[in-house]
């Protein structure tokens, strides 16, 4: 189980995860999956992954952890049976059928509203699932929605443009490669329709393969104001880091306990 704490002067996160991560998460599933769907010849399960995380139990700092509404949640949504991705080998077709299927998750859960961070992050390396995560911290409201801030900013960092979209290299990149597509006008994934996905999924395809490399992520969320953003990244980035969260797996209380019985000898 997950703890999150807040340093109040920079206002950065840490979560405190004390669990060994070195086996495969989907692999390891015992559970059957709460929800299957039809994915073709093959299937789309949805396992919920219960407490995975919750805001702090001991000091509140700052106002931020008050105003916020949950303790979080995870899933995975795996469409391959084995350990090993083939993402970048699915169809225009295929691609645009796991989106729509993210979008509706994305969609049925900001309906409870669980917390206000959603984001699925997929690890092209790792095994074929979509990792989603709904974290209890706050977004940043700004005035106007950042993404299509962005979109209009893109200047020499732009990559491609239709009438639809446009990818781009993000301007404060949290990966050697972080690359942004989203759709030009403000729309959340509840307003993308299926010729939009299926755009959007060829797009990303192109986009992976231009990159030809394993090592990449794919994250998906939609910014404070829905706006419905994917992102490719180098490396595997799981949504803590996207988030910019610090991990750790040894709880300061623990580090202390330990520290606090040697140091009298
Ligand atoms: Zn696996
Ligand atoms: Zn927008």
Known sequence: MGDFRLDPDNLNYTIILPKDKSTCKVCSIKEEPAQVLKFDSKQVKIYPIKTEVEPSKFELQGDRFKSSPSHGYEEL?????????????LSPEDTAKLLSVISDRIIALSDYKIGDNIIITRCLSGHGAFDLHILPIPKFERRGCSVCKDNLNTKDREIYKDENFVIYAKFAPISDLDIVISPIKHLSFEALDEVLLFDLAGLIQRLIKTLNSGDISLVIYESAGRHATVEVLSGCVSAYRFLQI???????????KKLREKFKI
């Not at 949504?77 to 080998?89: L, P, Q, W």
């Open 77 to 89: 949504i795996v469409d391959r049976e084995k350990h090993g991705d083939n993402f970048s080998n």
């Open 246 to 256: 610090n991990e750790v797996n040894v709880a300061p209380e623990e580090a202390a």
